[in-house]
């Protein structure tokens, strides 16, 4: 019997890649930077899954060009901001991702970004690779107090109790605004809710972004929100790029509204090397490692490779988006 036939759009750890070449007939792109639309258009005909990142868009086009027997789409992520699921859902389109396994590993993260802004490690890091290390100096790369300090978290989920969990270890005082209301888990961790995002941003020494990419979180940081924030409030960003715009970043950092920026994440991404945010020495940015761990990065694997075996052979994965779609498959 012939083995289902699946797109892998890069290679993924081999602990992940073996569940899904033992299994199926797969074609893996194996190259280091993403297939080029015209290659994923391409190499997505006939076959019945997809394992994708979050570089791929997978939208109505790619799932047209897939053909009738698609039946799973597995994203490599938590983030499914890369896939039109309502496209999915109505062609009956399963799409998996992969939550629960990354979310410690990037509120670690995000936690590094913290840090990282309030005592100005980056740039400290490039004045000694600039030789400018003369001496100690009473009034050099002053930064902040973490300690004692307030942190805003916008979006009490998974990785947003996560982070609050940690600042408690700092004796920070934690606030959050969540959309959905999601109260009781923020009390979970004597997280202090606050009633509108306003209030937030006029409180919160440092504010950190854990909501997805929706139509209604793209650009929900903009100018009107910096002018809410203290001047000295530190943002940071490990969701996704677009929730802050990033013009509106840039003019707030270069006028001293806010203090500074750490973003693990950026609109567009990755970010042109002449890019104005990179001019700023109150921005740090890395490359959207937040779940970049080998345990997490393998876990990930696993548990994309499972998700895409299990659609394929029509039964439902444990972590779906859209298990709705099932009821529009024939
Ligand atoms: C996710 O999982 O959504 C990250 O952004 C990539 O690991």
């Not at 938590?78 to 998996?96: K, P």
């Not at 979310?103 to 913290?114: G, I, K, R, S, V």
């Not at 530190?234 to 973003?263: C, E, F």
Request: charged share 25%; proline share 5%.
């Amino acid at each position: 019997m012939s083995k289902p036939r699946v797109f892998v759009t890069r290679a993924i750890p081999d602990v992940g890649l073996t569940i899904i070449t033992d299994a199926c007939d797969a074609d893996v792109w194996s190259e280091d930077l993403p297939p080029s639309r015209g290659i994923l258009l391409e190499r997505i005909k006939g076959k019945v899954g997809i394992l994708s990142l979050v570089t791929d868009k997978i939208d109505g086009e790619v799932m047209d060009s897939a053909g009738d027997q698609l039946k799973i789409i597995s994203n490599y992520a938590v983030g499914v901001d890369n896939i039109d699921i309502q496209e999915a859902t109505n062609r009956g389109i399963l799409v998996g991702n992969t939550p629960g396994i990354l979310t410690e590993t990037t509120a670690d993260l995000t936690f590094a970004l913290l840090l990282s802004a309030a005592r100005r490690i980056g740039e400290g890091i490039d004045y000694i690779r600039g030789n400018k290390w003369e001496t100690f100096k009473p009034m050099e790369l002053l930064g902040r107090d973490v300690h004692n300090s307030t942190l805003g978290i916008i979006g009490m989920g998974r990785i947003g109790i996560e982070v609050a969990r940690r600042a408690k270890g700092f004796t920070m005082d934690v606030i959050y605004y969540d959309y959905r209301g999601r109260g009781e888990l923020g009390e979970a961790v004597n997280a202090k809710m606050c009633t509108t995002i306003d209030e937030l941003f006029q409180k919160a020494d440092f504010i950190s972004l854990h909501i997805p990419l929706t139509v209604e979180t793209k650009h929900l940081i903009d100018d009107a929100a910096f002018a809410n924030m203290k001047d000295t409030a530190i943002l940071i960003n490990a969701s996704r790029g677009p929730v802050v715009d990033s013009d509106a970043l840039y003019d707030a950092l270069k006028s001293k509204k806010i203090a500074y920026a750490a973003l693990d994440v950026t609109d567009p991404e990755p970010i042109p090397f002449s890019h104005k945010l990179l001019s700023l020495p109150n921005c740090l940015i890395v490359p959207h490692v937040g779940s970049a761990t080998i345990e997490t990065r393998t876990k990930m694997a696993v548990m994309a490779a499972e998700n895409l075996l299990k659609g394929i052979r029509g039964e439902l994965p444990k972590h779906i988006v859209n298990p709705e779609a099932l009821k529009n498959r024939d």
